[in-house]
């Protein structure tokens, strides 16, 4: 069994991959390590080089890289299967709240800059921002920007995973989000439980991890579309199991935020109660 671990998408990643040591294998690792590399400087809203923040820069990207397009049609894709309750466009709610730049930088304690204000409106329809993609166009309306950063990472760790493949059973995991190819893998959800994966992705959507201090309150990173603020009354976090590690963190976020999910899922209420639901038993 082969392993690596390094830092990307302001997290620790980690490979595994079950094939016999060699040059090949080895540099299969090198591979998804420089993927993981390449699709940060594509999907990153906190590298200023990144092609995410010139199209939140400029509105419009005209000749967009075929990773951005698909990673936006995915996220336009989750706002309307969810009802907006996954919103790519909260991005500036985020940064409202105090995540206006990587985690690791964030200080315990400070002042939150503009207040963020409700993206959807009162028959609960998505409203916020729009975006549209034409070819290999991407044109945001004015004053919207997006977050990609949990599809996006989602996104790379299904990327990943297909590329490590070719090489032997292999599991990507990326601070919780984590797509597994081949063989069977336990995967542990809480101190208590154990999930084993043959295919398919994981992903958490969780207020437990990150969170810190602006204005005297508590905050943490996931928005509410119909506030703009982070989500009250939540749970401690929902993990989701599906075909991907990207349509999971779709699934996850809108079981955050209240919606019914039919997928796999492990619950935890804000007293530390571990519901399983979605036929898990």
């Known amino acids: 069994m082969l392993k690596r671990t390094f830092t990307a998408m302001g997290t620790e990643v980690e490979l595994l991959l079950d094939a016999g040591p060699g040059a090949r294998p080895e540099q299969a690792l090198d591979r998804a390590e420089a993927e993981f590399e390449r699709l940060e400087q594509v999907l990153s809203r906190f590298r ?13 990207l005209e000749t967009a890289s075929p990773d951005l397009v698909r990673v936006v049609e995915l996220a336009l894709a989750g706002r309307e299967s969810t009802g907006g309750r996954f919103d790519p466009t909260v991005h500036d709610a985020v940064v409202a709240a105090g995540y206006d730049r990587s985690f690791e ?14 993206c959807v409106d009162s028959t609960q329809t998505a409203c916020g921002g729009g975006f549209r993609i034409d070819g290999s166009a991407i044109e945001l309306e004015a004053g919207t920007h997006l977050d990609l950063g949990g599809i996006g990472k989602g996104y790379a760790v299904d990327r990943v995973a297909d590329l490590l ?18 063989g069977s893998w336990p995967v542990g959800v809480t101190d208590e439980l154990t999930l084993e994966l043959t295919r398919g992705g994981m992903a958490t959507s969780g207020r437990d991890r990150r969170r810190w201090r602006r204005d005297g309150e508590e905050r943490h990173h996931l928005i509410d579309p119909a506030t703009g603020r982070p989500a009250a009354g939540a749970p401690l976090r929902v993990t989701v199991v599906a075909e991907s590690a990207a349509a999971a963190e779709v699934a996850a976020k809108a079981a955050f935020l209240g919606a019914d999910v039919a997928l796999p899922h492990v619950f935890v209420t804000a007293d530390g109660e571990t519901i399983l639901a979605g036929g898990l038993a």
């Open 48 to 60: 200023d080089d990144s092609e995410l923040s010139a199209l939140n820069r400029e509105g419009r």
């Open 105 to 118: 930088q964030l200080g315990p304690e400070g002042e939150s800059g503009a207040a963020a204000g409700a």
């Open 165 to 182: 493949s070719q090489y032997g059973p292999c599991l990507v995991n990326a601070g919780g989000d984590l797509a597994v190819r081949g």
